[in-house]
């Protein structure tokens, strides 16, 4: 089983900025493709933006392009969120997840990965 554990959320005012981390256990890392999502309460889960297994591609929604950036640390099992000008259209509940579905796109779709950490809350106030 691959386990992530996610962490760096909190409360930040307009324009600020947070790094979220994503840590996993039990498989190989840089197997996997790595992705965030967002979910505020009451709508649907929502992809954020992803880095691919193989190679350094990313992609993100269009609200955060140019916001956030997505990396990661294959050493250290680590992925990671950079978050920068942050809106309060921002907050939500944060998911990192672990694809290993081996794709040419880098995966978008909640429902291409198996692995979801539990969460990180980011609120951004105005």
């Known amino acids: 089983q691959v386990q992530l554990v996610e962490s760096g959320g909190g409360l930040v005012q307009a324009g600020g900025s947070l790094r979220l981390s994503c840590v996993a256990t039990?498989?190989?890392?840089?197997?996997?493709?790595m992705g965030w999502f967002r979910q505020a309460p009451g709508k649907e889960r929502e992809f954020v933006a992803a880095i691919s297994w193989n190679d350094g591609r990313t992609r993100y929604t269009g609200s955060v392009k140019g916001r956030f950036t997505i990396s990661r640390d294959n050493a250290k099992n680590t992925a990671f969120l950079q978050m920068n000008s942050l809106e309060p259209e921002d907050t939500a509940l944060y998911y990192c997840a672990a694809s290993l579905l081996r794709t040419t796109v880098v995966n978008a779709a909640p429902e291409g990965y198996a692995y979801w950490g539990q969460g990180t809350q980011v609120t951004v106030s105005s």
């Open positions: 039990g498989r190989t890392f840089s197997s996997y493709t």
